[in-house]
């Protein structure tokens, strides 16, 4: 469910099509205007949080005593993330010591945000976070790295330091953040080197001089179009598509991709809010890698 809001209605009025944006979007639940200057619209605001939650079916879910004294404990530690043992142990402690209850609760809590915990991801199943925030601080610590964006958007999981605060984040909790980062499309790591990462946030804006030799005739074109173009679509893209570019010209809102003796030239523009695909080479290769791109 979602609730759309409108704040600071008083000096920016804002109005959109709702009726639009609920058939688009049906689980847009409502629209609510407030301004937390005279407080005007907080009560009808509290009141649609209210009713919205309730619907959750994780509500209606049995949860023990000894879950509510797990979580106790769990949202009074003043660590930033626990080990997988350190929360069974807790649990133990608290009375639950059935290890597929254990997994039930931490989905529980998962899903209502009180600590983070992707136990079907081998790389972080062994690590539960206790304070996203502190998980968004350090990937946008290093997202905004001057640093690597100066190499390229090339950034060594050894130089993490550099721009991870060592009280907050010691060095043993850098390949977390990192492995997050994958997780969630942000970056990769480079096949012969997994401590290596190619981050495209911070790859140049600049367009590199070698895609002037692609072959701007003769190929099958293809363009997407959006009314508002997705912040973050070709960072993911670059992640997804990052075995097809190894060695060619990769830059913030583009990239070269090679498949089967074809090469492709993918470009975001801003301006046009649009993504522009083009692929040259054997007319019998184009459309699979132009199928693959789509994907």
Known sequence: SVLVVFNKVRSNPIEVDRHYLQQKY???????????????????????????????????????ATWFAIREQLTETHANIISAEAYRALCIREGEFDPAAQDSLASTLHNLGILMHFRDDPRLRDTYVLNPIWVANGIAAILSSHAAAIRSGEVQLKEASRFLDATEYPQETHSFIFDLMKKFEFCFSFPDDDTRYLVPALLSPIQPEETSAFPRSDCLRFEYRYSILPMGLFDRFIVRTHTLSMNLPRWRKGVMLEFEGNQALVVADSDDKSVKVAVSGPLSGRRRLLALIRS
Do not use: Y
């Open 26 to 64: 049906p689980f847009i639940r409502g629209f609510i205007s407030t301004d937390f200057e005279d407080n005007s619209g907080i009560n009808e605001l509290r009141t649609a949080i209210s009713r919205e939650v309730r619907k959750l079916a994780v509500l209606h879910e049995p949860f023990p």
